[in-house]
């Protein structure tokens, strides 16, 4: 079974440009997750969909990140413009969710992002 | 305001011996620990979880310590391999809401 799916791998980009990052769940995964994971930090949660709703979106700052999830597949994560400090990895994880609360979150292997 | 405090940052061990991760929380609500496991250029991968109603919890060479009165868990890696050579999080989270990670222990296992 394919994992999750993520690209790019990397990418680097000046300032103040736009850069886009793509991620394709687990099939059949229905909860996905951006995360933002800095260089000797935790991943820190982004945005949760159920589906195709944003059911979490609070620590996305949102002056200049988006992200849709189309159909409740795939979803793409945005950032325009980008700045020196959004350099980091992003991670995109998925999770089937039984409605036990107690779901695995399958991870990606992230997009290096880096700001010049 | 950091949730799940971790440590040691950083950990060596030499090849047999048992590697040892602590975490620390705050909330007293949170209710699911698990533990992830990231190789570099990797995405965590969840290693062993534990709820707060048992002490211990045990899978193969990896074990869960939970000492609720405490607000303390930790990792042991008992036997511990190069192959375990990896970044370890911490991590807690209540109900449905986020996980939240501690900031991760590099640890590194001699040959």
């Known amino acids: 079974e394919a994992g999750v799916v993520q690209s790019p791998r990397y990418k680097i980009i000046e300032k103040k440009q736009p850069v886009a990052f793509w991620c394709n769940p687990i099939?059949?995964?229905?909860?996905l997750y951006w995360y933002l994971q800095n260089l000797g930090q935790g991943p820190e949660l982004l945005i949760r969909?159920?589906?195709?709703?944003?059911?979490?979106d609070s620590q996305l700052p949102k002056d200049r990140f988006s992200a849709e999830r189309l159909k409740g597949v795939d979803s793409t994560l945005k950032i325009q413009p980008a700045e020196l400090g959004d350099s980091a990895v992003y991670l995109c994880?998925?999770?089937?969710?039984?409605?036990?609360?107690?779901?695995?979150?399958?991870f990606g292997p992230g997009t290096r992002l880096t700001v010049l | 305001q950091q949730q799940v405090k971790q440590s040691p940052q950083s950990l060596i061990v030499q090849k047999g011996g048992i590697s040892i991760i602590n975490c620390a929380y705050e909330?007293?609500?949170?209710?699911?620990f698990p533990w992830y496991q990231q190789f570099p250029g990797k995405g965590p991968a969840l290693l062993i979880a534990?709820?707060?109603?048992?002490s211990e919890k045990k899978e193969g060479r990896f074990t869960i310590s939970f000492n609720k009165s405490a607000k303390q868990f930790s990792l042991h890696i008992m036997d511990s391999q190069p192959g375990d050579s990896a970044t370890y999080f911490c991590?807690?989270?209540?109900?449905?809401?986020?996980?939240?990670f501690g900031k991760g222990t590099r640890l590194h296992i001699l040959p």
């Open positions: 994880a998925s999770s089937l969710s039984t409605g036990t609360g107690r779901n695995e979150q399958f």
């Open positions: 099939s059949g995964h229905n909860t």
């Open positions: 969909y159920e589906n195709e709703e944003a059911v979490d």
């Open positions: 909330n007293t609500a949170f209710d699911y």
């Open positions: 534990i709820r707060p109603d048992v």
């Open positions: 991590a807690a989270s209540k109900g449905d809401d986020k996980i939240i």
